[in-house]
């Protein structure tokens, strides 16, 4: 035991318990997977696309279905085209003229801290290891770890970008498993998207949606993983 009354690492062998229906569980986690937006890292698309359309006098719904919702997006995520190439590509697709830095500071200021649920993340950091699982491109990439500390938690982190794969495809589901080291039955994944949640169950990864702080709290609490 540890003087704080907590079970250190060698002697825990992380057999969990929760109810489930009436039913009690037992359960051994060793990693736990976090997604990163809107879990961990608020974030609005509107922000930059009200912006650029401002600027330029564009349609702003238009400018965010391209940002957000698009196959040149979606190459971007993949890390199949890079960052000058993806300023490039939209400035040319909207008929603007932009430098890259103006670009990129419109780009990217779209994101905030969820302070509770990182702080929740710190708590677990002291007994679990933790991986990262995000679809993400390069730019959002590198201006997240500079601005935010919780970037620094992580044991490891397996991207979209780097990958060449987003959730909900297969190729970076298992590249996680991989990297987390350990049998699938020992993985516990936090996604607030319910269809990423269904997959990543679908696939045999025990999973729950974040919809708060609080209730992450409750559900770890559940499952044993928090006090």
Not at 8 to 37: H, M, N, P, T, W
Not at 62 to 79: A, C, I, P, Q
Not at 137 to 162: A, P
Request: glycine share 6%.
């Amino acid at each position: 035991m540890r003087q704080d009354g907590r079970q250190d690492d060698e002697a825990l062998s992380r057999y969990q318990y929760f109810e489930i229906k009436g039913c009690l569980i037992s359960k051994s986690y060793k990693v736990i997977i976090f997604d990163l937006g809107n879990t961990l890292i608020r974030f609005d698309h509107n922000i930059s696309a009200k912006k650029l359309a401002n600027l330029f006098h564009l349609d702003s719904e238009k400018v965010k279905s391209l940002f957000f919702d698009s196959g040149l997006t979606r190459l971007f995520e993949k890390g199949l085209i890079s960052n000058k190439g993806f300023h490039s590509r939209v400035a040319e697709l909207l008929n603007i003229k932009i430098s890259f830095g103006d670009f990129a500071t419109i780009w990217n200021d779209i994101f905030w801290e969820d302070e509770e649920s990182c702080r929740i993340a710190r708590e677990l950091k002291h007994d679990y290891r933790l991986l990262l699982l995000s679809n993400i491109n390069r730019m959002h990439f590198d201006y997240i770890v500079r601005k935010f500390d919780i970037m620094k938690i992580f044991d490891d982190m397996v991207l979209s970008f780097i990958v060449g794969a987003m959730k909900p495809e297969h190729p970076i589901f298992q590249e996680a498993v991989k990297k987390a080291g350990v049998e699938k039955s020992a993985i516990l994944y936090i996604d607030d998207r319910d269809d990423l949640i269904k997959e990543a169950n679908a696939l045999g990864i025990e999973s729950i949606k974040y919809e708060g702080a609080q209730k992450l709290k409750a559900d770890l609490v559940q499952r044993g993983i928090l006090l």
